[in-house]
T-cell receptor, first 111, second 113 residues
Framework: QKEVEQDPGPLSVPEGAIVSLNCTYSNSAFQYFMWYRQYSRKGPELLMYTYSSGNKEDGRFTAQVDKSSKYISLFIRDSQPSDSATYLCAMTLPTGNQFYFGTGTSLTVIP | GAVVSQHPSRVICKSGTSVKIECRSLDFQATTMFWYRQFPKQSLMLMATSNEGSKATYEQGVEKDKFLINHASLTLSTLTVTSAHPEDSSFYIC?????????FGPGTRLTVT
């Protein structure tokens, strides 16, 4: 079983839709959770960084962590064509010395 | 499937020495691998694209003579930090491409004293 599971998609939504991206994980010791956005041939850009259960909001983006279910989500409200990219979840142990990445979900927002 | 490993996971070296980091795709062949650098709580910065059998393509601002990349086989790419200095201390992450998807290694934490 992989440490981190993420549905690769592709996911296609109309402009203005609410997008839900999800990852599940198996190691309950993971403490820090991240979401990255990656455009083609670019490095992943850090979108959200959380370290506890609950919600964290930043503009149109909301990151949700449910440690009891080992499940994290990224919600994008009022999605825009510029949100079209691959979204990666990642997590680390308390030491922060090793990253565990999801495989990424490809998102296309159609105008 | 689609596992990427990095070795070593942590390395501490003295200033002026060189350090080699290996990135391996364990169960697939990758003609293209990528090397990233990450500072705490920041985005991964793409350093270079490594293509098997040819010279790496470096991003602007990355010194190719300092960060030597070799992609000698379809499952192995290496990054050598030459004459390392404390400012090179960072987290280095590689990824390997398979069918338009990237699979990331766990990263290597380099500390230069």
């Amino acid at each position: 079983q992989k440490e981190v599971e993420q549905d690769p998609g592709p996911l296609s939504v109309p402009e203005g839709a609410i997008v839900s991206l999800n990852c599940t994980y198996s190691n309950s010791a993971f403490q820090y959770f991240m979401w990255y956005r990656q455009y083609s041939r670019k490095g992943p850009e850090l979108l959200m960084y959380t370290y506890s259960s609950g919600n964290k909001e930043d503009g149109r983006f909301t990151a949700q962590v449910d440690k009891s279910s080992k499940y994290i989500s990224l919600f994008i409200r009022d999605s825009q064509p510029s949100d079209s990219a691959t979204y990666l979840c990642a997590m680390t142990l308390p030491t922060g010395n090793q990253f565990y990445f999801g495989t990424g979900t490809s998102l296309t927002v159609i105008p | 499937g689609a596992v990427v490993s990095q070795h070593p996971s942590r390395v501490i070296c003295k200033s002026g020495t060189s350090v080699k980091i290996e990135c391996r795709s364990l169960d697939f062949q990758a003609t293209t691998m990528f090397w990233y650098r990450q500072f705490p709580k920041q985005s991964l910065m793409l350093m270079a694209t490594s293509n098997e059998g040819s010279k790496a393509t470096y991003e602007q601002g990355v010194e190719k003579d300092k960060f030597l990349i070799n992609h000698a086989s379809l499952t192995l790419s290496t990054l050598t930090v030459t004459s390392a200095h404390p400012e090179d201390s960072s987290f280095y992450i590689c990824s390997a491409e398979r069918v338009n998807e990237q699979y990331f290694g766990p990263g290597t934490r380099l500390t230069v004293t």
